[in-house]
């Protein structure tokens, strides 16, 4: 400042909210300046500086603020296993915007080769390879300083089980695409048995590559979306994990609502203004939503958020706060949604217009927003009557009431309308919308139609060229049983198995029930018995052998379950069940064989239980004493009827029959 003249040093910080911050400047003996500010919150700060009144250049400087002591690592304190993929996590979302510098040393301090990327969370994700066991240093720094905790050490070991590892297997793979898991024997011997299936228990084609360095590529390509499992056995035992799941995705089924978007298929955003695209993904598979927003120059922008409103759809809202041309890139489970990179957006000042007109001779309807824009020739909206909405007439059932997963629909009568114009229909709820889908039947009258699936009260509103209707807005009850029948629960456990000429019992909740159990020929006699608590016991008595059917019906409509399917057959008989073996028999405690077998051949249906009984009946024999004794001779003498052989006061358990 020696050169300057005369004049004040005046130095004033903002902070990333704008807030001022104290300053304190201390002139040197070379007539510079020394200024001190202590930062309180981290992001972009602002530090103008002036002489004389006067912007000194380069003013005002920016300076990005951050704080490497909320840095933390995720997956660290545990051992990562040699030649296995390995994963840590960086959670730096409180530490600011700073580049991240993350190095790691094997033993011999030779660096490992990283690859890093974020998540679906938006945290830093570090994959490594390690090839050799012993002691690894993590070093990692943050716009260039040393992250707190670091240098760490992780400790890399040899596992001597057969290991399965690949991406299939840690994160969702994309369909059509040749999906690789890689199966290690760790220098173990033995086959290799493999089995894939698909979504529907289907069996997939696979192909088996034997690699260089001893391991076994096992390569699939999924057709279809969905949880497929691989089940992989060596030496004819499941090795650890399996049967593995693989999720797999289809990001190009990711539907982006494009009804908001211009002539050049841009969309207009408000500025300073929530702005919201809807995004519908319930055939993609089970993965999660993630947008960036990025400015003309691909700087990454912030403001974005996802909501679920579930069952796959999604909201993407952005925020921008400025005017400007910004890029919205979708990624469905950090795979690129082709068709939103990016989506193009301009932000302005004032609230554009982005309803665009749809002819009605396409009977073109909008199933996320349930709007139809009519055809009007030669007239303006400027000219539009203000009274036009309350002609409109509105009847039907889905109205008031409605039930989840059936369809509910209602009329809009705007055949009294002087002229055609713009009908909008919203179902709005606190947990999720409910699409509204639009048809036109001609002369300005409209059949609207929607699907619930989630029950409660939901408010309907139904606009005509942007005014409510008469009665708009509706309040809609979304019930959670379509019919009183699916209300009714039964206890079926009892039907699995009948026996000719014996009741079967099953237990059946709440009020008004009739039941008809139909035999291979003839009806099976039912009764019901009210317990006058709003629960039922409904007996059927067989008198015939085979396959049975049970209808149980509430107000003529099946009941949850219903028709229930049973088999009858001929009442066991417990004599023809042989039972033989080491296990009933005398022996020596130290070389005692507790196994037996049960023959049940010809003894028809029936359970087992170890006395021993069929269906509740000692067989032959039961129960059977068995005498265990030190020596062969003291077995010996038993045999011989010297010893005595008392009856023990309690069973005798041998061992290995616990």
Same mark, same amino acid.
């Given at each position: ?17 704008? !807030? ?11 007539d510079s ?28 400087? $920016? %300076? ?6 909320k ?5 660290i304190t ?13 959670? $730096? ?36 390879t ?19 905790? +670091? ?5 890399v ?5 057969p290991?399965?590892?690949? +991406?299939?297997?840690?994160r ?43 391991t ?48 050049d ?36 922008? !912030? ?34 949604v ?43 909206m ?10 409109v ?23 009294d309308?002087s ?5 909008s ?53 979304i ?26 019992? %099953? ?9 008809? %159990? ?11 018995y ?66 037996f077998?049960?023959? +049940? ?58």
């Amino acid at each position: 400042m020696a050169d300057t003249g005369r004049g004040e040093l005046d130095v004033v910080i903002s902070d990333s909210r704008g !807030g001022p911050l104290p300053v304190r400047c201390y002139k040197q003996h070379d007539d510079s300046y020394w200024v001190e500010f202590t930062p309180e919150t981290i992001g972009l700060h602002k530090i103008e500086v002036t002489f004389a009144d006067v912007p000194i250049v380069g003013s005002p400087f $920016r %300076c990005e603020v951050i704080d490497p002591r909320k840095v933390f690592f995720k997956g660290i304190t545990e051992p990562f296993i040699l030649r296995q993929p390995s994963t840590i996590t960086v959670n $730096r979302q409180l530490a600011g915007n700073g580049e991240l510098a993350i190095e790691l040393l094997d033993p011999l301090n030779e660096p490992v080769k990283l690859d890093m990327h974020k998540n679906a969370d938006g945290d830093d994700v570090v994959e490594f390879t390690p090839t050799r066991t012993g002691q690894y240093k993590l070093n990692a720094k943050l716009a260039g300083f040393l992250v707190n905790g +670091t240098p760490h050490t992780l400790v890399v070991e040899e596992q001597g089980k057969p290991t399965v590892y690949g +991406t299939a297997i840690e994160r969702p793979v994309e369909v059509q695409r040749p999906t690789s898991i890689i199966f290690d024997a760790k220098n173990c011997r033995g086959g290799l048995k493999i089995d894939v299936r698909g979504p529907k228990k289907t069996k997939i084609r696979h192909t088996v590559n034997k690699n260089q360095d001893g391991t076994t590529e096992i390569l699939f390509t999924p057709s279809e979306v969905g949880r497929f499992t691989v089940h992989i056995e060596h030496n004819n035992r499941a090795v650890a994990g399996s049967p593995f799941e693989i999720e797999v995705l289809d990001p190009q089924k990711v539907i982006v609502n494009d009804q908001m978007t211009d002539e050049d298929g841009m969309y207009q955003f408000a500025v300073q203004q929530r702005n919201v695209i809807d995004v519908d993904a319930t055939a993609a598979g089970s993965g999660k939503l993630r947008a960036e927003v990025r400015d003309w120059d691909g700087k990454s922008m !912030g403001g974005c958020d996802v909501e679920s409103l579930g069952y796959g759809k999604y909201r993407v809202a952005y925020y921008p706060h400025q005017p400007g041309k910004y890029g919205i890139y979708l990624y469905w489970s950090d795979m690129a949604v082709q068709g939103a990179q990016p989506l193009h957006v301009i932000a302005e000042g004032e609230q554009p217009s982005t309803s665009r007109a749809v002819p009605l001779t396409n009977a073109v309807t909008d199933a996320s927003h349930g709007s139809i824009r009519s055809r009007s020739e030669d007239r303006s909206m400027q000219e539009e009557d203000g009274s036009e909405h309350l002609r409109v007439v509105l009847r039907g059932d889905g109205l008031t009431r409605a039930a989840i997963k059936e369809q509910a629909e209602f009329i809009v009568d705007g055949s009294d309308a002087s002229r055609e114009g713009q009908l909008s229909c919203s179902l709005i709820g606190q947990k999720a919308d409910i699409p509204v889908r639009l048809t036109h039947l001609g002369n300005n009258v409209y059949k609207a139609v929607y699907t619930p699936l989630i029950p409660g009260t939901y408010e309907l509103q139904v606009l005509w060229d942007g005014h409510h209707v008469r009665g708009s807005p509706f309040r809609v009850q979304i019930d959670a049983h379509s019919s009183a029948a699916e209300m009714i629960s039964v206890d079926a456990n009892t039907l699995k198995m009948g026996i000719i000429n014996e009741d079967q019992l %099953c237990l059946c909740c709440s009020g008004q029930l009739s039941a008809q %159990c139909m035999g291979p020929t003839k009806l099976a006699y039912c009764e019901l018995y009210d317990h006058r608590d709003g629960t039922y016991t409904l007996s059927v008595k067989p008198s015939e052998i085979g396959k049975h059917t049970l209808v149980v019906k509430y107000s003529d409509e099946h009941v949850p379950g219903s028709p229930f399917n049973f088999n009858v057959s001929h009442p066991p008989d417990a004599s023809k069940v042989r039972v033989f073996g080491p296990g009933i028999e005398h022996g020596i405690l130290s070389v005692f064989k507790s196994n037996f077998i049960v023959e +049940t051949k010809g003894a028809g249906a029936g359970q087992l239980t170890v006395e021993v009984k069929w269906h509740g009946e000692h067989v032959p024999g039961s129960p059977f004493l068995v005498m265990i004794v030190d020596t062969e001779q003291e077995l010996q003498r038993f045999l011989r009827g010297d010893a005595p052989s008392p009856q023990p006061a309690t069973p005798f358990i041998p061992p290995g029959w616990v």
